[in-house]
């Protein structure tokens, strides 16, 4: 089983988790205008197809290793693999949940609002159940990161204008932040202890947490949408196969990049705290997709400029802080 014995490592694996968090969602833009509910499912399936594949390969490099893929999962205690699939349950709520905030909110409220929360619960929240790290720089590093996202909010909002925000979408935030700062503790809990699951059983398990939920979840948010008309899974069936692939191709980024934070979280010298936070630096990978590559701001004036400048300087500080914190006692 693959596991990095070396900081370096480490960081490149949270680095990795950072990007590939931050880049799935390019895969939805490549489908157009194909309903997410219905991207959803495919991106469920990546993410079961990709954790149940590296798990085979990576997490048994030594099949008679205790933590190895298939003997911890058979070994794990009840304990640890509830709260594994737990986990699963109530990302995929969040996930969900943020979603359809964007939808109603735009990102300039959900982004800050969900992220931002969950950002801070996790971050405290996986530094208890497991503190590691240099408490100045990690939660100093976290708070940078926190504004930074204010003012990426800011500039969205300044480059669309004054927009009404309903109650609604707030709530939505709200709660889809919430859950999403509760899912990691979870995972932390489950790869410690007794019985304990290894970093690629433990994401399995949350993948299949995932896929269970997704089955009502999804279903009734389909039926009854919060955005948009009701869809059918007839309308699932009758896309085009370039639409599932880009589905499955973006569930299985989004599953690299969770299964990375999840080994590296493992590893001693690093712990979830860090692991957790370093990988919310997705936020910034995701507007450096829309800044450089989308070109979501061309021809924004100069104090959106501004503000954009402010929210890299902020995130590249936050994120150095936090990286630091394993290392710097």
Not at 17 to 29: D, E, F, I, L, R
Not at 133 to 149: M, T, Y
Not at 261 to 273: E, I
Request: charged share 5%; proline share 5%.
């Amino acid at each position: 089983m693959f596991i990095p014995q070396i900081y370096p490592l480490a960081l490149a694996l949270m680095i990795l988790s950072m990007v590939c968090w931050g880049s799935w969602a390019n895969t939805q833009k490549a489908t157009g205008s194909w309903r997410f509910e219905l991207f959803y499912w495919d991106y469920v399936w990546g993410i079961v197809l990709l954790s149940l594949i590296v798990g085979l390969t990576l997490g048994r490099t030594d099949p008679a290793s205790p933590e190895g893929f298939l003997h911890n999962l058979g070994s794990a205690s009840g304990r640890c693999l509830l709260l594994a699939f737990t986990g699963g349950v109530i990302f995929n709520l969040a996930n969900i949940l943020l979603v359809a905030a964007i939808g109603i909110a735009g990102m300039a409220v959900a982004f800050p609002i969900g992220i931002g929360l969950a950002l801070v619960i996790g971050s405290v929240l996986n530094y208890v159940v497991t503190p590691a790290g240099n408490p100045l720089l990690l939660f100093g590093g976290i708070a940078l990161v926190c504004v930074a996202i204010v003012l990426d909010a800011l500039a969205y909002r300044n480059k669309s204008g004054n927009v009404q925000v309903t109650t609604k979408g707030i709530v939505l935030s709200l709660l889809g932040g919430m859950f999403m700062g509760f899912f990691y503790p979870f995972i932390a809990k489950a790869i410690k202890g007794e019985g304990h699951l290894g970093p690629y059983t433990v994401m399995f398990v949350f993948a299949l947490g995932i896929l269970l939920s997704n089955l009502p979840l999804n279903y009734t948010l389909m039926r009854r949408p919060l955005v948009g008309a009701p869809v059918s899974m007839a309308n699932y069936f009758a896309g085009a196969g370039r639409l599932h692939f880009w589905g499955i191709l973006g569930g299985a980024i989004w599953a690299m990049g969770a299964l990375s934070n999840f080994v590296a979280s493992y590893a001693a010298m690093v712990g979830p705290a860090t692991s957790y936070a370093l990988g919310q630096g997705a936020t910034m990978v995701g507007a450096i997709w829309g800044v450089f590559v989308w070109k979501e701001f061309a021809g924004a004036g100069p104090r959106t400029n501004r503000l954009l400048a402010m929210m890299f300087a902020f995130f590249i500080t936050g994120l150095i802080c936090v990286a630091l914190a394993p290392v710097v006692k």
